[in-house]
């Protein structure tokens, strides 16, 4: 995977936690909306596959506006965090401290912003969990004969980020876990060349995602 590619495949990783952490600060307020939240995430995927960089920037500024309630130098702030943590893992040798790091300034920010209960610290220790585990588990389903893979590693990583952002019952925390595990794995397909239906799987996607959001509501 060149360095280019990882980068993609990273900020496609950090789309989807970011929302996430969005729904969390969201969850059980009036300004929540479950289906605005799939579709800004799912835009943002494809705009990274597309490389269309100004609409990936762009799409990060407004959701942390729209979600977060972030200031707009806050919101920018924000989203470069997000793309310096990327650009720090993605390498081979990458810098996992670093990387960190900046998602902890991003965390920071968001708990500033609305109030997010755990810290910043343990967040991005958990996400960065998260990162590790997927990149390991599509590499290795890009390689199997039928890229079929055990995903049970990435259900278990991201109900652990989850259990951290959300307040949920245990089940309806599994089951989002699930359900974004899914749509990371549809991802997966599409970025990893062997999706035999893309524009399926791009809607596909953004129904996981849907289906993540409001079981947490």
């Known amino acids: 995977m060149s360095v280019v590619n990882?980068?993609?495949h990273l900020c496609l990783q950090v789309v989807i936690l970011s929302a996430a952490l969005q729904v969390a600060a969201g969850a059980g307020q009036p300004g929540f909306d479950s289906d605005r939240i799939a579709y800004l995430e799912a835009?943002?995927?494809r705009a990274y596959y597309d490389r269309n960089w100004p609409a990936v920037f762009g799409l990060m500024v407004q959701m942390n506006r729209e979600q977060f309630r972030m200031s707009l130098p806050?919101?920018?702030g924000g989203a470069i965090d997000i793309v310096r943590a990327s650009i720090a893992f993605a390498p081979v040798d990458n810098d996992v401290p670093a990387a960190t790091a900046h998602r902890q300034r991003f965390y920071e920010k968001a708990r500033r912003s609305r109030g997010?209960?755990?810290?910043a610290r343990t967040?991005?220790?958990l996400e960065m969990d998260y990162w590790i585990v997927h990149r390991r588990l599509a590499r290795e389903r890009k390689e199997?004969?039928?890229h079929e893979g055990d995903i049970k590693p990435m259900v278990e990583s991201l109900a652990r980020l989850h259990t951290a952002l959300f307040t949920a019952p245990p089940e309806a925390i599994r089951r989002s876990a699930e359900l974004r595990a899914g749509a990371a794995?549809?991802?997966d397909r599409i970025t990893g060349g062997y999706s035999t239906d893309v524009t399926g799987d791009w809607g596909r996607i953004e129904d996981l995602l849907r289906q993540a959001y409001r079981s947490l509501q």
């Open 144 to 146: 199997a004969p039928g």
């Open 185 to 187: 794995v549809a991802v």
């Open 6 to 8: 990882a980068v993609i």
């Open 123 to 125: 967040l991005a220790a």
């Open 43 to 45: 835009a943002g995927w």
């Open 74 to 76: 806050a919101a920018i």
């Open 116 to 119: 997010i209960q755990t810290d």
